[in-house]
């Protein structure tokens, strides 16, 4: 066992107050919150239940948390509301504030409006 999985190995929790693994090691039963969300659920209030880490060299190591599968809930349905509000945010993305039209993509931020309003010389040229 190297060095940098033994600080890793934690299980019962002594050393950093919730059980912790080593990268890829983590018993079954446990998921982030991206594989819960691939299995169409949710952590559901619950505390982190365990952690991953990673060591690192010259930096802190990298952490994954973990939540309990028995205690996810399902993801809530869409409602309608939801849906239309996620639809006028998604609009108000794609709008450019300078010309007032539907992009038909989302604006860059670094760029503030549309392409043809950032550079509209290049445009007249092409």
Do not use: H
């Amino acid at each position: 066992m190297s060095l940098g999985y033994a600080k890793c190995f934690d299980p019962t929790g002594a050393r950093y107050g919730i059980p912790t693994y080593p990268w890829r090691c983590v018993p079954d039963g446990y998921a982030t919150r991206r594989q819960l969300r691939a299995r169409g659920l949710r952590p559901g209030g619950q505390q982190v239940a365990a952690q991953a880490l990673r060591p690192r060299f010259r930096r802190g190591p990298l952490v994954a948390y973990f939540y309990r599968l028995d205690c996810a809930k399902p993801v809530r349905p869409m409602t309608p509301a939801k849906r239309r509000a996620l639809e006028c945010a998604n609009r108000a993305r794609r709008t450019c504030p300078q010309c007032r039209t539907d992009a038909g993509y989302v604006i860059p931020t670094s760029l503030g409006v549309c392409v043809p309003c950032a550079y509209p010389d290049e445009q007249r040229a092409a």
